[in-house]
């Protein structure tokens, strides 16, 4: 791949090498395994000192050219694609951390990894310790002796409070941690936290990254340092990613510019509009004037990202009413679709925690969950104008 082009080529014509058939779109890879032409050609590739594939479980053509897309995108050096978002999440504390060992992470992550840190990673002995994501100057003091990693995750879902991530780079370098972030929510076209010197990027690709709603996937990518271990730690461990699905989601990168561009474009649109309905009480977005931290987004984020998030002024029932109305837009918890998509965290993702967890990451009873899709932006507005005066 020539590295002077832009990420969005890269994104296009960062292809793997034409088969003897000379296919213009990559084909599909379906094998488990890799043959050898001698017993020594083999010896030789699983001794490592000849460049080979040999199981789907390590790598795959169709994995490998998705990975290599995702690092351009990214600026990472390495990467290991796996099955699902959360699997990567999984991966990249498992295989950083040992017994003994304390994380320092901003409240406010995805649910599943809420539940990692609270219920899975005590069993062997990890222990975290939360930080309010927009409050960096309190960050250090949960610095113990055995802080080994900082994990966050920026905009937030669903309260879209950002992590200021210069300042986590550098208390990251300060206190030698490993600084691990899930860019799920703004894609590499929008946020590169390598720049700011992230260890290692996570990404649910299941989200904007496929766009389409249609396979799950995750992504691991970082410093060759550091995925050396994550990538030791995944081919034993086994989360690795379908070729099928890597196959699906290598293509979907090749719009992933044009698509966020959109996205990005709808939402601010939406955002604005949803300001000036009665029956809402605030709008949450990045790249709105009145979102507390605008000034930040603005400066590690190039666009403000496709969710919006709005409280409604009645509540659970104004909520759901909401939700019942639509005929256009779909009620579902999953979020980065071609389609616009509503979710009531309060009675749905989120209904696990406590009101006063719900509380303190800034999820009411009224706040709706806005995904927007590439509909017409006035068909959404019509589909949702009824329920909102
Ligand atoms: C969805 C999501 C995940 C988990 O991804 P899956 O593909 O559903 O396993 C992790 N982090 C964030 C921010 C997400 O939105």
Not at 298 to 305: L, P, Y
């Given at each position: 791949?020539?590295?002077?082009?832009?990420?969005?080529?890269?994104?296009?014509?960062?292809?793997?090498?034409?088969?003897?058939?000379?296919?213009?779109?990559?084909?599909?890879?379906?094998?488990?395994?890799?043959?050898?032409?001698?017993?020594?050609?083999?010896?030789?590739?699983?001794?490592?000192?000849?460049?080979?594939?040999?199981?789907?479980?390590?790598?795959?053509?169709?994995?490998?050219?998705?990975?290599?897309?995702?690092?351009?995108?990214?600026?990472?050096?390495?990467?290991?694609?796996?099955?699902?978002?959360?699997?990567?999440?999984?991966?990249?504390?498992?295989?950083?951390?040992?017994?003994?060992?304390?994380?320092?992470?901003?409240?406010?992550?995805?649910?599943?990894?809420?539940?990692?840190?609270?219920?899975?990673?005590?069993?062997?002995?990890?222990?975290?310790?939360?930080?309010?994501?927009?409050?960096?100057?309190?960050?250090?003091?949960?610095?113990?002796?055995?802080?080994?990693?900082?994990?966050?995750?920026?905009?937030?879902?669903?309260?879209?409070?950002?992590?200021?991530?210069?300042?986590?780079?550098?208390?990251?370098?300060?206190?030698?941690?490993?600084?691990?972030?899930?860019?799920?929510?703004?894609?590499?076209?929008?946020?590169?936290?390598?720049?700011?010197?992230?260890?290692?990027?996570?990404?649910?690709?299941?989200?904007?990254?496929?766009?389409?709603?249609?396979?799950?996937?995750?992504?691991?990518?970082?410093?060759?340092?550091?995925?050396?271990?994550?990538?030791?730690?995944?081919?034993?461990?086994?989360?690795?990613?379908?070729?099928?699905?890597?196959?699906?989601?290598?293509?979907?990168?090749?719009?992933?510019?044009?698509?966020?561009?959109?996205?990005?474009?709808?939402?601010?649109?939406?955002?604005?509009?949803l300001?000036?309905q009665d029956g809402v009480a605030s709008v949450?977005?990045?790249?709105?004037?009145?979102?507390?931290?605008?000034?930040?987004?603005?400066?590690?984020?190039?666009?403000?990202?496709?969710?919006?998030?709005f409280e409604l002024k009645g509540g659970i029932a104004a909520a759901q009413r909401l939700l019942n109305s639509a005929?256009?837009?779909?009620?579902?918890?999953?979020?980065?679709?071609?389609?616009?998509?509503l979710?009531h965290?309060a009675t749905?993702?989120?209904?696990?925690?406590?009101?006063?967890?719900?509380?303190?990451?800034?999820?009411s009873d009224g706040l709706v969950?806005?995904?927007?899709?590439?509909?017409?932006?006035?068909?959404?507005?019509?589909?949702l104008v009824g329920s909102l005066q």
């Open positions: 791949m020539n590295k002077n082009w832009q990420p969005q080529t890269r994104a296009i014509r960062g292809q793997m090498e034409k088969t003897q058939y000379g296919e213009h779109s990559t084909p599909l890879f379906l094998t488990s395994s890799f043959t050898f032409d001698s017993a020594e050609e083999m010896a030789a590739t699983f001794a490592g000192e000849r460049d080979g594939l040999i199981y789907s479980r390590y790598s795959n053509p169709s994995v490998d050219e998705l990975v290599a897309k995702a690092c351009a995108l990214e600026g990472t050096e390495a990467g290991f694609a796996t099955a699902s978002g959360m699997a990567a999440v999984f991966a990249s504390l498992a295989a950083l951390v040992k017994q003994g060992d304390h994380i320092v992470a901003t409240r406010a992550l995805f649910g599943s990894t809420h539940q990692l840190l609270t219920n899975i990673l005590p069993k062997w002995g990890v222990t975290f310790t939360y930080v309010e994501p927009d409050q960096p100057e309190t960050w250090a003091a949960a610095v113990q002796e055995n802080t080994v990693l900082f994990c966050t995750e920026t905009p937030s879902n669903p309260g879209l409070k950002l992590v200021d991530l210069e300042a986590a780079g550098k208390l990251c370098r300060a206190h030698n941690l490993l600084f691990v972030v899930d860019n799920c929510f703004a894609t590499p076209v929008l946020q590169r936290p390598a720049e700011f010197g992230a260890d290692l990027i996570t990404h649910s690709v299941t989200k904007w990254m496929d766009g389409q709603g249609r396979v799950l996937g995750g992504l691991l990518l970082g410093t060759q340092e550091v995925m050396d271990r994550v990538i030791t730690f995944c081919r034993h461990t086994g989360p690795a990613m379908s070729p099928f699905n890597a196959w699906t989601i290598s293509k979907s990168l090749e719009t992933l510019h044009l698509r966020m561009d959109a996205h990005c474009r709808s939402a601010l649109v939406m955002a604005q509009w300001g000036t949450h977005y990045p790249f709105l004037e009145s979102h507390p931290q605008h000034a930040l987004a603005r400066r590690q984020m190039s666009a403000g990202g496709g969710i919006v998030t005929e256009l837009c779909t009620r579902s918890s999953n979020l980065g679709d071609t389609r616009t998509i979710t965290p749905t993702t989120h209904s696990k925690l406590t009101l006063q967890e719900r509380a303190m990451v800034g999820i969950r806005m995904s927007v899709g590439l509909e017409a932006v006035v068909d959404i507005q019509a589909d």
